[in-house]
């Protein structure tokens, strides 16, 4: 139950963001990932969002150029995934301000940082978008005062 | 030093598109300098180039050492960044996990609750069974943090941990239950979504927590709070029957009042699913009437799958074959909705269309159902694929920059209607998904279904059945010759009606010279032709005999097809011809006489002539081609003719006995149907004993290789079955794992066991002399390619082996003594 898998494809097939939350080996990963999106990318547009795909279903949305895709369990709510999807975009909208792909592969690491304050351990951990962007507000914060700091060592 | 920051790389990486590997090579050796240097902020920004590359599919295991480095900065960005690493590219038996152990407790009990924090996100992703064992009791003390923030993180990185480590669930979930009366809505949102989880697998232990989430359920409007707990009650209502009752208030409040979509799936789900419905106590719906609930259901899922949005209607689809299996009554009159979604482009909701549609066939709309199905199938005979999204690729610079979100999107869970999907839909050509032979198989699977579902039970008219079977035929596109010859002779056998209309329909398909005669063995019509000839065979005597049938059986592309569908072809052609001649001397007379002797010279010359094969072959080649069973079939229809012939010779007044009588061979008994059970009823007589031997014991005569006579025994391994059993598993797990391992003797057939004695072995004496001596050494050597495998060998040659079955002295034919070949 929960969500397996969640990734970031480009139209052009690479990847920008994947993070799992079952364990598997390695290849088995990369073999998942590579299927997944071979399907999502040759799906035309006014199908619906939902694939199945050997024991798990694929839900999945395209933004812009970017395709969002996470895996669930074949007895777990579509419509749901869906939604948390889209709200993970919201954030990183209000994050990024106006987010496109370039800030998605500048600054990976802030979106992966974002998708863990949002979902762990396949779960919706926070729903609320006002509480996680404070979060990250906060985070923010130290990291800058601390390279601030380094900062004038530097010179 | 001019160490490459992130963005540097990233933006190399985009200028170099072409000679991208060679940069990354560079970029890599660098990093591997700098994870070296002893600067904390160094190594955190290699560290970060080198979680970028990983996301590209390069490997970073090398720097685990470094990565835990990092993780240990007091620094905050830089720890960061170590366990963004560490969840990226730790994996189950990464060693360094144990040197991260005190670190991560280290964190957990920081008072900067932003370590905590991260700390918790780190070890939900790459905790093992050991660093669960280890730092359980850590984080259950975390549970009774002052910040909220900081608990639902430890609630759900808990659940994480219990998975590697089940024993700690027996402390967790007190303080779970607990946690459900926390003050904060988020921290109660986590425990529900991990109670969900875990009820999923033992929902029994969370039973008594029933009554505080049936408050949560009434009190609560957080949709995605209550989503799971809907969820939870459908595990949990299998096992307590009562609670249906109860929670049928609720949940019909929540289908007629909530405007969110999801939830209301969630509700019409969890009500199909968990048997909901099957409660008897009537609603009242949103005008006031007062209806079934299960009415209730169907009337809102109408609701799902007649909508524009594609999810939407999938999701329904998919619910309403689950009611389906519960309710069929209920779907029934939704049949003109379904068949629409028949021509919905995309394939999974045709799919479950089907299913559904292939469910509600009735007497009544069978035929109407069948052969909508059926023109779909007409429709798109052609398979050719037209190519998907044909307008120009845009400059990938220009995509990347545009934004995600387009302001028109709107959210499902607060909002009702469909869903606004972003813009941007190309216009491509749609390929035509009937052209997936995936459908078209479902399709005509469905059709076959829906026809001879329950015996029968559903068809009318089987001339019309008959018919759309022979249709089907042409128009399927797809393999699925076994399944309609299946179905045609099931029909034909077991519905005596149809049988004459069936044989007419046969002949019509073998007068086809389109399907007969480019027809192979393995070709999708063969099976279908074969199973023609047999019916028209069998029941050759229903319809008015003709010549012309025989040489319509007797195809001139014969030989192609397998052995089985060869006899059945014959055998129809002899049965076809006897009853021509019975019914012929019906009326005897001259002239019938004359076509009598023509006929059966015709007939003599095709049969030998599919004997002998065509002009010009090498004849032995030809008759030895044969398949046995069909060569003597052969052969008795040619005695056959023969016989006429002499029959025959004399015009006579009256009808050769001959000729009256032949078709009597094939006439003694009416084949009836039996069923696959039969034989299991049949009683087995007194005194007879199946399962003792008849005569001696039977040695394994599964001897393919006799090896030379080995010198002197005691260097013979004699491997038994015992050891073999033993050996295999782990050294074929072993094998497994290791690439370049060959495989072996070990692998082909282990005839050794049996091996006769020497003084058993007869007459052929292989003069192998030194050849015996290279061979066993050669032996020797394959044995121990492991030192694992020599050991265990070694192991075994002092162990006494297990007493083998009598051996029996094996008589082998030495190639002398082999019948000639006539």
Known sequence: ?155 | MFEKTLTDLIQGLRANKRNESEYIGKSLEEIQNEVQLSDMHYKSVAIDKLNYLHMLGYDMNWANFNVVEVMSSAKFGEKRSGYLAATQSFNQDTDVLMLATNLIRKDLSSSNFMEVSIALDGLAQIATAELAMDLFDDVLAILDHSRPYIRKKAIVCLYKMTLKHPEGLHDFVPQLKERLDDPDPSVVSSAVSVICELAHTNPRNYLPLAPKLYHLLNSSNNNWMLIKIVKLFASLTPIEPRLAKKLHGPLSNLICTTTAMSLLYECINTAVVGDIISVPLPVTDSIGREIDFAELCAHKLEVFYDSSDHNLRYVGLVTLAELQVRRPDLVVNQYETILRCLDDPDMGIRMRALQVVSGMATRKNLTQIAKRLMSQLILSHTIALKPGNTDGEPDEGELESSPLIDPSGVSLVSAKGSFTTPKKAANSSEPNPADSPEYRLAAVEAILDMCSRQSYANMTNFEWYVAVLVDLVYIAGVDVGHLLSQRLLDATVRVRQVREYSVRMMRRLLSDSQLTEYVTGDSPNAAVLSTAAYILGEYCALVPASCDDIGLLLLPSLRRLTSDQQATFVLAAMKVYTNWLQDVSGYWNDEIWELVRSTNTTTMDSVTSLFFGQEGDDLDMAVAELPLQVESLLRHFIEITKAVSVATSNMSASEPLLCRELHSLFTMYELNPVSAAAQGKVPVPEGLDLESWIGDEIPDTSLKVIPPPPPPPTQRHVRTAVDDTRTSGSRKADRKNQPFYLEDAADRPRNMGKLPDVEDIPVMQLDLGDLAMSQTKSRKSDKPKKKKKSKSSKRYKKRTPEPSPPIVPVDIVGDEDMPDIP
């Open chain 1, 1 to 155: 139950m929960g969500i397996k898998y969640i990734f970031l494809v480009s139209r052009q097939g690479k990847l920008r963001l994947v993070k799992w939350y079952v364990t598997l080996p390695q290849k088995e990963k990369t073999k998942i990932v590579k299927e997944v999106s071979q399907l999502v990318l040759a799906r035309r547009p006014k199908l619906c969002n939902f694939i199945e795909h050997k024991d798990t279903k694929v839900v999945y949305r395209k933004y812009a150029s970017l395709y969002f895709v996470a895996g669930i369990d074949l007895d777990d709510n579509e419509l749901i995934t869906l939604e948390i999807i889209h709200r993970f975009v919201e954030v990183l909208d209000r994050y990024f301000g106006n987010v496109c792909e370039l800030d998605l592969i500048f600054n990976f690491q802030k979106a992966y940082f974002v998708l863990d304050e949002m979902i762990m351990a396949g779960e919706l951990q926070e729903s609320s978008k006002k509480t996680v962007l404070r979060v990250m507000a906060q985070q923010d914060e130290t990291e800058a005062a601390e390279n601030a700091e380094r900062g004038w060592g530097d010179i």
